[in-house]
């Protein structure tokens, strides 16, 4: 196959990507899981996502000739437009399928998976209600493949993102002797997935504060302290992330009421003021305003890092999409049809 994809020369802006670059590829031609990432992709993930940060509105030629499917089969607003705008400003061509897509009539994932995969297209963004069906499809597509959120188990570029915006915070390459507290619906969140396997890597402490129906058996094999009760387990830390109760996978069974919860566990002024005094609040959003985080507290707080977090998001999904799709080794993915 002949790619219709000629160099073109680089601007001045290009040239110093590729120099924050130096010629680096990851370890993983897809990304399902943080358990993918050594720590040296971290790295590089962080350096690129940060270099794109200072250019936020240029348009990179580094993918012209690159297509992106976005196949998101459940609702998304963040990480669904900053990957399709994160494609377009490295130059791709992107289309989106949806939750009404052939998934919806009866066609398997990975029918669907393979036949969007026909086009030749470099990444495939997937979204799904349902755990797994990254980690299928990346064995079986040429695209790579980046996990946008699998029902109840990972949501790797969020936590990119999130420990991008701590890291930078705090200074430094690690996040040793930082103490960051996970509030919230435990059981349910594909965000805690990837946020506690990256911030062990990265070294920090990490407690959790939830009703222990909320709290899933497994969680003891990463190696965090649970808390029953939230002024015990914000007293002192570096970082409260507060997580939505995820009701549109049964969390409500697992609880009173939200208003019950809320009085339990959400973070209110009161409650942020046990945290250090140059400690951050974040949450992955959507926020939902006075049951997880208090309104007040909620964008304009100064401790508030949630719109921050969004900021990175683009710059690590950048990063992220011109690493995959164009690699500098010229080593392509291996993959089987079903
Ligand atoms: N936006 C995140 C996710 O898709 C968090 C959430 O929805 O609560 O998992």
Same mark, same amino acid.
């Given at each position: 196959?002949?790619?219709?994809?000629?160099?073109?020369?680089?601007?001045?802006?290009? *040239? !110093?990507?590729?120099?924050?670059?130096?010629?680096?590829?990851?370890?993983?031609?897809?990304l399902v899981s943080i358990?993918q990432l +050594?720590?040296? !992709?971290?790295?590089?993930?962080?350096?690129?996502?940060?270099?794109?940060?200072? %250019?936020?509105? %240029?348009?990179? #030629?580094?993918?012209?000739?690159?297509? &992106?499917?976005?196949?998101?089969?459940?609702?998304?607003?963040?990480?669904?437009?900053?990957?399709?705008?994160?494609?377009? &400003?490295?130059?791709?061509? @992107?289309?989106?399928? #949806?939750?009404?897509?052939? $998934?919806?009539?009866?066609?398997?994932?990975?029918? @669907?998976?393979?036949?969007? !995969? #026909? %086009?030749?297209?470099?990444?495939?963004?997937?979204?799904?209600?349902? #755990?797994? $069906?990254?980690?299928?499809?990346? +064995?079986?597509?040429?695209?790579?493949?980046i996990n946008?959120?699998?029902?109840?188990?990972e949501h790797p570029t969020q936590a990119l993102?999130?420990?991008?915006?701590?890291? !930078? %915070?705090?200074?430094?390459?690690?996040?040793?002797?930082?103490?960051?507290?996970?509030?919230?619906?435990?059981?349910?969140?594909?965000?805690?997935?990837s946020? *506690?396997?990256i911030?062990?890597?990265?070294?920090?402490?990490?407690?959790?504060?939830?009703?222990?129906?909320?709290?899933?058996?497994?969680?003891?094999?990463?190696? *965090?302290?649970?808390?029953?009760?939230?002024?015990?387990?914000?007293?002192?830390?570096?970082?409260?992330?507060?997580?939505?109760? &995820?009701?549109?996978?049964?969390?409500?069974?697992?609880?009173?009421?939200?208003?019950?919860?809320?009085?339990?566990?959400?973070?209110?002024?009161?409650?942020?003021?046990?945290?250090?005094?140059?400690?951050?609040?974040?949450?992955?959003?959507?926020?939902?305003?006075?049951?997880?985080?208090?309104?007040?507290?909620?964008?304009?707080?100064?401790?508030?890092?949630?719109?921050?977090? *969004?900021?990175?998001?683009?710059?690590?999904?950048?990063?992220?999409?011109?690493?995959?799709?164009?690699?500098?080794?010229?080593? $392509?993915?291996?993959?089987?049809?079903?």
């Open positions: 196959m002949v790619e219709n994809r000629e160099r073109h020369s680089l601007s001045e802006v290009e *040239v !110093d990507l590729l120099a924050v670059r130096q010629k680096r590829d990851l370890s993983c031609f897809d358990s +050594k720590n040296r !992709d971290l790295e590089l993930i962080f350096e690129v996502a940060r270099a794109f940060r200072d %250019y936020k509105t %240029y348009k990179f #030629s580094f993918n012209k000739g690159f297509s &992106q499917i976005n196949a998101f089969f459940e609702p998304s607003t963040r990480t669904m437009a900053s990957f399709d705008l994160a494609a377009k &400003q490295l130059s791709m061509d @992107t289309t989106s399928v #949806s939750s009404s897509s052939s $998934v919806s009539k009866g066609e398997s994932f990975l029918d @669907t998976v393979e036949t969007l !995969d #026909s %086009y030749n297209v470099k990444t495939m963004i997937i979204r799904s209600a349902e #755990s797994g $069906v990254p980690e299928m499809a990346a +064995k079986h597509t040429q695209a790579s493949i946008a959120g699998d029902g109840w188990h993102l999130d420990a991008l915006t701590i890291l !930078d %915070y705090f200074g430094g390459k690690s996040l040793r002797g930082k103490t960051v507290t996970i509030v919230g619906d435990i059981m349910h969140s594909r965000v805690f997935g946020l *506690v396997r911030l062990k890597k990265l070294g920090a402490d990490v407690r959790i504060a939830a009703p222990l129906t909320l709290i899933p058996k497994s969680v003891e094999k990463f190696g *965090v302290k649970w808390f029953g009760d939230i002024e015990a387990a914000i007293k002192d830390v570096d970082v409260i992330y507060a997580l939505r109760i &995820q009701s549109e996978r049964g969390a409500s069974g697992f609880i009173p009421t939200l208003r019950e919860y809320s009085k339990m566990f959400g973070i209110s002024r009161k409650r942020l003021d046990l945290a250090k005094p140059s400690a951050i609040l974040m949450h992955p959003g959507p926020v939902i305003r006075d049951i997880d985080v208090h309104s007040a507290l909620a964008a304009l707080d100064p401790q508030s890092f949630i719109l921050k977090q *969004v900021e990175n998001g683009m710059a690590v999904r950048k990063a992220l999409l011109w690493l995959l799709a164009d690699r500098l080794d010229g080593k $392509v993915k291996e993959f089987r049809r079903l």
